[in-house]
């Protein structure tokens, strides 16, 4: 009788068979939500940045997580603060997807937002938003994953922003016939 052969341990992953555009292509194949996470820079003014790296960790406490790349202008920032507020862009908010993507100068003029307890920016309009305390960073590969535990959040029914295939999109309605 043939036994199947048992999966052994290893200590290191074997050396990908694809190359980063291939990998690229095959994760825009993933639906993400799109956020805008917001803190204060070094001089006390706002910083925010565009974000699709989200999810949720645990209910108790209320965690969620976050990734951003080890080369992002708001690296130290988001290692150094206390806190940081994520907001989840609406539908009809892929201006500000766009807008806090970009190297623009200042990313809040002309952008409508309300301040947490915290003192941060919590974007008009967004379907959900998190402020969070920063419990942990991890520095994983090109990246950094926050863990953010949730001190308050506030959420509106409304379809949120969706980017999948490399564009912005809206969630549809699946037709149950």
């Given at each position: 009788?043939?036994?199947?052969?048992?999966?052994?341990?290893?200590?290191?992953?074997?050396?990908?068979?694809?190359?980063?555009?291939?990998?690229?292509?095959?994760?825009?194949?993933?639906?993400?939500?799109?956020?805008?996470?917001?803190?204060?820079?070094?001089?006390?003014?706002?910083?925010?940045?565009?974000?699709?790296?989200?999810?949720?960790?645990?209910?108790?406490p209320p965690l969620v997580l976050w990734s951003l790349s080890a080369q992002s202008r708001g690296v130290r920032l988001f290692q150094a603060n206390s806190h940081y507020v994520i907001n989840v862009l609406a539908s009809d908010q892929a201006h500000l997807a766009e807008r806090f993507a970009s190297r623009v100068e200042d990313r809040f003029?002309?952008?409508?937002?309300?301040?947490?307890?915290?003192?941060?920016?919590?974007?008009?309009?967004?379907?959900?938003?998190?402020?969070?305390?920063?419990?942990?960073?991890?520095?994983?590969?090109?990246?950094?994953?926050?863990?953010?535990?949730?001190?308050?959040?506030?959420?509106?029914?409304?379809?949120?922003?969706?980017?999948?295939?490399?564009?912005?999109?809206?969630?549809?309605?699946?037709?149950?016939?």
């Amino acid at each position: 009788m043939n036994q199947p052969a048992m999966a052994t341990q290893a200590t290191t992953a074997s050396l990908p068979e694809f190359d980063e555009r291939h990998f690229r292509s095959a994760l825009s194949q993933f639906a993400t939500g799109v956020t805008v996470i917001t803190t204060r820079d070094e001089h006390g003014g706002f910083f925010g940045m565009t974000a699709s790296s989200f999810n949720s960790v645990s209910l108790n406490p209320p965690l969620v997580l976050w990734s951003l790349s080890a080369q992002s202008r708001g690296v130290r920032l988001f290692q150094a603060n206390s806190h940081y507020v994520i907001n989840v862009l609406a539908s009809d908010q892929a201006h500000l997807a766009e807008r806090f993507a970009s190297r623009v100068e200042d990313r809040f003029e002309g952008v409508g937002f309300d301040l947490s307890s915290t003192g941060l920016p919590v974007l008009h309009g967004v379907a959900a938003w998190f402020e969070c305390h920063n419990r942990s960073r991890h520095a994983e590969g090109d990246h950094f994953i926050l863990v953010g535990e949730v001190e308050r959040c506030a959420y509106e029914s409304k379809p949120s922003l969706v980017f999948h295939g490399s564009r912005f999109s809206r969630v549809a309605e699946i037709d149950e016939r």
